[in-house]
């Protein structure tokens, strides 16, 4: 029986409850509720083998005052007739005692408890035109909770918005590192209207963990964070507590006065209750085991599932492929506001209907494509078009070292630089009472230069580079790192500080709040391990980029390594007393996979006593962390920042369980949705208030832990030995989105955004360039393109146009990079360090992988290549003899070498 007809037969009697909590117990949850509001106090998993609490239980009577919200809470705004102010009513706002009562049972369903609402809502004129009822039922073996709401007013009622608050544990406050570890979860959303749902993670990355569905006339129009009145003792809205967020139904009323003039993810719509009309809204919460059966279980609630192929960000020059899993006919498809080309394809599988999703050529930004179903139903899939990579990225050098060339007299030693932007004015940052931002160092004030050098990776530029030189050997080598003494090749924290008898001619704005802000002997400071990432990626860029063309000029390629190495190793030294240099050495630091391209790099320039020095210094670290319960800390209570270092050394050296224990870790943080600026999209919400214009506790939308964690994800998938299994195209799918999302940061005229605001009254890049330059670390180093035959889909490729010819599949790689490839049938992992792979040929009757291979993309301004170093490795394909490389390398310095003639090439592997 449908929920929504259950409560319309069943008749309830009223039991007086209000002096004690509510036990129960289904077949999958024990649980409890509030004896005096009835909003959810405890939700146990009885499938746990430890002693497990989705809710804060242990905390809740800490945050149980007017005010805080918990999940069975409920807001809404609604006005008698069509036009007038919006009435606001809300069940946190002035809380009193309920009567609970208990109902009859069902085949599927029994009431665990219902209330009217009366006594809890917050206006007295609402008992004229509302009746408003709340119960918490056991649905088929899980908990569900439905909300009827019935007009008694003599005219229609327009509900403009209403809300269901979500509370889980996400309360990091004042727990130890393990306990949140072990404690806590993450929540996130898809706001997939009639198709949405929340789920809900513990932070082991291992379940059980929860799924929320929809139930009745509900659906997912949007996500609002919930700000709190009530008094707390546990930080909300803070690094420790991020907060709550409701489930709205419908957003017209806040659409129409806080949200006005933002573009929405979905349409904003109200529901008008004739005369006497009652409608029913709920939800379910279910359990699962492993984060690759969310979708199974979504999908076997009868809610269609999509799959996006690559996902859910296009380059104009990528075509998609859209997979949903649906029993229902699509009736329509919109696309609004238009960009893409949506196409219904011949089914793939019974239970799956398959679209083609062009991008337009002109089309850029978000794009909401509805489809519509036979039962009414409308699902809204969230799309953002860039634009081609190689454009991406040639914008994005040019606006940074024309637009952010700051070569100004500057007293604080900043000139001439790669320094913060703001584009909202259209200036750079100057001042700023986090004064990293800009100062050149820290990720907020360090992120635009380190986006300049790695962009060289991929697309130099001779005069960009030549401005990067001037800047390292006239800044970085000059102020920002000290170039002698004791301490030569340690890292200010920021060139730039508030300090009036250090600085007394310089005018500070007086319009910033000062106080707290570091003066010139904090800012000296070099004990900040982060900050040794960016200078030595600074360094490494350039040697990349020598090594590859002539293109340098004011040092060698090897001095530009050599330096990387110092600035390494300083991290690691001691002074003369003993006493380490730097904190925070020990953990996982963003980025560090740079380190791990130096050593390798300096394996092929032979410099054998730095490499003893650096995996001398390295190894110990690792060994420490399979000894730590968490080993992904940071400077703050909780962070996804050490997952990256933590899983890169600890697999070099040979410790594969803490190695996989850290992929377990970010399954827990890094979720996969039909949406853009969720799939992939590891959790970071404290970021804005350390390197954004708005500064807020804020759900980022592809900050930099997205794709810096898709770089360990998407290792262990190339390390697969079932690739096609759900587990491992899972890690294709969250891998390949937080890699893709860095691209999204760049505006059409080449600025790079930190990050996206994600509370719908702004749904807005922030105007800061800030810490971006991780990120993009992230991107460059990550970005491939994959060929597979997936079980169900056939083939496909991640990153490519693919086609087939014959009995080949053939693939033009469209992703940022070019230069890396992964043919997951063949278990080929092939890369180059320079030029470009234009064409992927897979035979596999013929036993055979072709790659073309071109000097550069066409069209798009680099410096003149001589040779690309080849790499590639064979991992369990379905070929049962090893792969080989067979034609167009040849040995040289460094390896295998592949030379442009007329700036091209081929490559031939063969088994």
Known sequence: MHLRSFFAATALALVSLATGHTDFSTEQF?????????????????????????????????????????????????RVGDSGAWTDVNTA?????????????????????????????????????????????????????????????????????LGFPIEWNTIFYERTA?????????????????????????????????????????????????????????????????????????????????????????KPTSRTLKVGESVSYGLRFSVVDSVPEIEEKVASLGIPVAQGVPGYVLPRDLDGRLFVRTNESVEGVDVVPGGLTVKQLDEVDKEWKAFSVVPEEDAFGRVRVELKYSSGRTHSLHYYVTDTGPKSLSKLGNFLTETQWFNETDPFGRSPSIITYDHSADAPVTQDNRVWIAGLSDEGGAGSFVTAAMKQLVQPVAEEIAKLETFVNETVWARLQLTSGENKFG??????????????????????????????????????????????????????????????????????????????????????????????????LMGET???????????????????????????????????????????????????????????????????????????????????????????????????????????????????????????????????SALSLYDLRIGYGGNQGPLTNIAQDGFGSMSFHSFPETLDWDAYSGDYGSGFVGHVLGAATYVLKHPVFGWVSYGGNLATEGGKVVVEPRDTVRQRVYVVDAGLWVAIDSGVITRIEVDLEGKSVVLDVEESVQGVETVEIERALLEYQVTKGIVDS??????????????????FEEGKASLTFSW
């Open 882 to 899: 090893e792969v080989k490389l067979t034609k167009g390398a040849k040995d040289g310095k460094h390896g295998d070498e592949v030379d």
């Open 491 to 588: 890292v200010r924290k920021s060139l730039f500080y508030y300090d009036k008898e250090a600085m007394p001619d310089f005018t500070y704005d007086s319009d910033i709040y000062w106080p707290g802000a570091w003066d010139k002997e904090g800012s000296d400071l070099l004990d900040r391990a982060y900050n040794y990432v960016h200078v030595s990626a600074l360094y490494w860029a350039l040697y990349r980029a020598g090594r590859s063309s002539s293109v340098l000029q004011r040092q060698s390629p090897q001095w530009y390594l050599e330096q990387a190495f110092e600035t390494i190793r300083f991290v690691y030294g001691k002074d003369s007393n003993g006493n380490r240099k730097t904190w925070y050495g020990d953990l996982g």
């Open 594 to 724: 740079v380190w791990k391209l130096v050593l390798d790099d300096l394996k092929l320039e032979n410099y054998t006593a730095e490499v003893e020095t650096l995996e001398g210094i390295l190894k110990p670290r690792a060994q420490e962390w399979t000894t730590q319960e968490d080993p992904f800390g940071s400077e703050q209570a909780w962070d996804c920042t050490g997952q990256e270092g933590v899983y890169l050394w600890t697999k070099y050296f040979g410790f594969t369980e803490t190695a996989q224990k850290t992929i377990e870790s970010i399954h827990g943080f890094m979720p996969t949705v039909a949406h853009w600026g969720w799939n992939g999209n590891a959790r970071r919400y404290w970021d804005f208030t350390t390197a954004g214009k708005l500064s807020r506790i804020e759900r980022q939308i592809h900050h930099y832990g997205s794709s810096l964690n898709a770089l360990p994800i998407l290792d262990n998938y190339h390390s697969s030995s079932d690739p096609t």
């Open 93 to 161: 706002t002035d809380r009193g005692v309920l009567k609970q009562r208990s109902g009859s049972n069902s085949s599927s369903s029994s009431v665990i408890a219902s209330s009217n609402l009366a006594p809890t809502l917050n206006v007295s004129s609402l008992a004229d035109d509302l009746a408003i009822t709340r119960a918490w039922v056991e649905y088929e073996g899980d908990l569900a909770l439905n909300f009827t709401v019935t007009n008694k007013n003599s005219q229609p009622v327009e509900l403009g918005s």
């Open 178 to 266: 393990i306990e949140t570890r072990h404690t806590c979860v993450l929540v996130d959303p898809y706001i997939g209207l009639d198709a949405g749902y929340v789920q809900v993670t513990r932070l082991l990355g291992t379940g059980p963990h929860l799924v929320i569905t929809p139930l009745g006339e509900t659906k997912f129009e949007a996500w609002r964070f919930l700000p709190e009145t009530g008094e707390s003792q546990l930080a909300y809205q803070s690094q420790v507590f991020e907060g709550n967020y409701e489930w709205q139904v419908y957003t017209k009323a806040w659409a129409e006065k806080e949200w006005e003039g933002v573009t929405p993810w979905n």
């Open 30 to 78: 024990t649980g409890t509720l509030d004896g005096e509001s009835g909003v959810l106090r405890s939700l146990k998993p009885k499938s746990s083998a430890e002693e497990f609490d989705f809710s804060p239980s242990d905390v809740f009577d800490k945050r149980n005052g007017n005010g805080n919200y918990h999940t069975g809470d409920l807001t809404l705004r609604y």
